[in-house]
């Protein structure tokens, strides 16, 4: 009886690691998109991928998950350079682009 209980807490707190991952890409894919229609720049693939995580501190002092998600971005159309965003659990901390040709 305890191995099911072990195994549906388990599988709970997966589920809702992985809910919490997806909102969290959604709040940087939203405000990636954003800073490149600012820049008048093209978003690529509509895509970002997570590149790295790990555990830090943020600016309080307060451990938290820093997930970093990579995206292309074209400032002509025929170019490709690559962005790098950075999430402090909900919070942008910093996005970063390749240098890119203006036109």
Same mark, same amino acid.
């Given at each position: 009886?305890?191995?099911?209980?072990? /195994?549906?807490? &388990?599988? $709970?707190?997966?589920?809702?690691?992985?809910?919490?991952? =997806?909102?969290?890409? !959604?709040?940087?894919?939203?405000? $990636? #998109?954003?800073?490149?229609? !600012?820049?008048?720049?093209?978003?690529?693939?509509?895509? %970002?991928? @997570?590149? #790295?995580?790990?555990?830090? #501190?943020?600016?309080? /002092? #307060?451990?938290? &998950?820093?997930?970093?998600? =990579?995206?292309?971005?074209?400032? $002509?159309? /025929?170019?490709?350079?690559? /962005? @790098?965003? $950075? @999430?402090?659990?909900? =919070? %942008?901390?910093?996005?970063?682009?390749?240098?890119?040709?203006?036109?």
């Amino acid at each position: 009886m305890w191995v099911e209980i072990v /195994g549906i807490l &388990l599988f $709970t707190l997966a589920f809702l690691y992985w809910q919490s991952s =997806q909102k969290i890409k !959604e709040i940087a894919w939203r405000a $990636t #998109k954003r800073r490149c229609d !600012e820049l008048e720049l093209q978003m690529l693939d509509g895509y %970002i991928a @997570m590149v #790295k995580l790990r555990l830090g #501190k943020n600016s309080f /002092g #307060k451990w938290q &998950l820093i997930r970093y998600y =990579q995206f292309e971005f074209s400032a $002509t159309g /025929g170019d490709r350079y690559r /962005g @790098m965003i $950075t @999430m402090h659990a909900r =919070q %942008i901390d910093s996005i970063q682009l390749d240098p890119y040709r203006i036109q």
